[in-house]
């Protein structure tokens, strides 16, 4: 399985969002601080979205320390790139967690620091704010509306 991983990272880094989800099972559940959890179609869109956003951008993402079993692995991973809505830089750095089932992922858990990208993203009030519920809530609810925005757009 950490062949899965390293392709799912490897088509990242190319922004090849369908190698990506061709990882996933259609059962997918996703889940990381900014979009939440995500089920099924919804997680594979995320990853749609957020490659077709980056086209054309300086992106880049670097994966590492790639390690799996038939049922349970995990990566490192950093993502570097500019907010579109701050045009701040941007270097998230993330663990991943993942489950298997079928041959595919089905379970993939991003881990990172929301407060450390709120400050990276948007500044001061990131600084300020990143670290509360009250920011992850409506972080999430901006994400949420982004890509239902997407879905509505590829129908």
């Given at each position: 399985?950490?062949?899965?991983?390293?392709?799912?990272?490897?088509?990242?880094?190319?922004?090849?969002?369908?190698?990506?989800?061709?990882?996933?099972?259609?059962?997918?559940?996703?889940?990381?601080?900014?979009?939440?959890?995500?089920?099924?179609?919804?997680?594979?869109?995320?990853?749609?979205?957020?490659?077709?956003?980056?086209?054309?951008?300086?992106?880049?993402?670097?994966?590492?320390?790639?390690?799996?079993?038939?049922?349970?692995?995990?990566?490192?991973?950093?993502?570097?790139?500019?907010?579109?809505?701050?045009?701040?830089?941007?270097?998230?750095?993330?663990?991943?967690?993942?489950?298997?089932?079928?041959?595919?992922?089905?379970?993939?858990?991003?881990?990172?620091?929301?407060?450390?990208?709120?400050?990276?993203?948007?500044?001061v009030i990131g600084m300020l704010l990143?670290?509360?519920?009250?920011?992850?809530?409506?972080?999430?609810?901006?994400?949420?509306?982004?890509l239902a925005d997407f879905e509505k757009?590829?129908?």
């Amino acid at each position: 399985m950490q062949n899965l991983i390293e392709t799912f990272y490897q088509s990242f880094a190319k922004l090849d969002a369908e190698a990506m989800v061709n990882c996933y099972h259609d059962d997918i559940t996703f889940e990381d601080p900014a979009f939440g959890v995500l089920k099924g179609e919804k997680a594979k869109n995320m990853w749609r979205m957020l490659c077709e956003s980056q086209k054309g951008q300086n992106f880049i993402v670097e994966s590492s320390n790639i390690i799996a079993d038939d049922a349970k692995g995990r990566a490192h991973w950093e993502a570097h790139y500019i907010f579109s809505k701050t045009g701040r830089k941007v270097h998230n750095i993330i663990d991943a967690t993942f489950e298997f089932k079928e041959g595919k992922i089905i379970k993939h858990t991003d881990h990172f620091s929301l407060h450390k990208w709120s400050k990276q993203a948007l500044g001061v009030i990131g600084m300020l704010l990143g670290g509360t519920d009250f920011f992850k809530k409506k972080l999430n609810s901006q994400t949420a509306k982004l890509l239902a925005d997407f879905e509505k757009k590829k129908q």
